[in-house]
């Protein structure tokens, strides 16, 4: 099984490609951490990555691909693949279809975690937490039982992330729109798209995306 991942920050991607990690034996492949890799490796694309680098130049997509061909031919990748940050234009998005069909591997689903930007920015800009043990509250959702006190510690210090803001949420919203819209096109074509509500809870969203997953469909 190998997926694309799509959500803005906020909305619960990383928590669910970690659950599908740990429940399901699959690997999330971003690709800042594979070319961070594959310099520090010293693989043969690694090495043509980093004098790109090094020269203050941005990777090709040639680069990029050759990193994730490298990636998808190692043996953990076998139980399926999530694919984070590529692809990112329907260039990206024809070599990645070339790059699994070459190992007999197709993509079987473009999940986009669908999102609300007013209620996403009430989820972040709520959000701090406890400055001695990092147990999370919400402002609104989720208060300590008792006011100022961690439910956990006991603490009475807490803190928030300086960039949990209200113009920070609504720039990376943007920013997330301008990098699915050129590929959710090219897949919507293809009838791999499938969306869940990201704005349910932890437990709601894993479940909706297992159905996904074991659907076949």
Do not use: W
Request: glycine residues 10%; proline residues 4%.
């Amino acid at each position: 099984m190998n997926i694309i991942l799509l959500g803005p920050p906020g909305a619960g991607k990383g928590t669910q490609a970690s659950r599908l990690e740990a429940e399901r034996g699959m690997v999330q492949l971003s690709t800042g951490d594979m070319l961070r890799a594959a310099v520090k490796l010293g693989t043969p694309i690694g090495m043509r990555a980093k004098a790109v680098m090094d020269a203050g130049e941005l990777v090709s997509d040639e680069i990029v691909s050759g990193i994730i061909g490298e990636r998808l031919d190692m043996p953990d990748t076998e139980s399926g693949a999530i694919f984070d940050g590529y692809p990112r234009t329907a260039a990206q998005a024809q070599a990645l279809d070339g790059l699994l069909a070459e190992r007999d591997r197709q993509l079987d689903y473009v999940i986009e975690l669908v999102v609300d930007e007013e209620a996403l920015v009430d989820r972040v800009t709520g959000r701090f937490t406890c400055a001695r043990c990092g147990a999370g509250y919400h402002d609104r959702y989720k208060q300590p039982k008792v006011e100022g006190v961690c439910d956990v510690c006991g603490s009475t210090e807490f803190k928030r992330r300086p960039d949990d803001n209200a113009e920070t949420v609504r720039t990376r919203m943007a920013e997330y729109r301008a990098k699915t819209a050129p590929i959710l096109p090219f897949y919507e074509e293809k009838g791999l798209v499938r969306r869940v509500d990201g704005m349910a809870d932890i437990d709601a969203v894993g479940a909706a995306i297992d159905a996904i997953l074991d659907s076949g469909s």
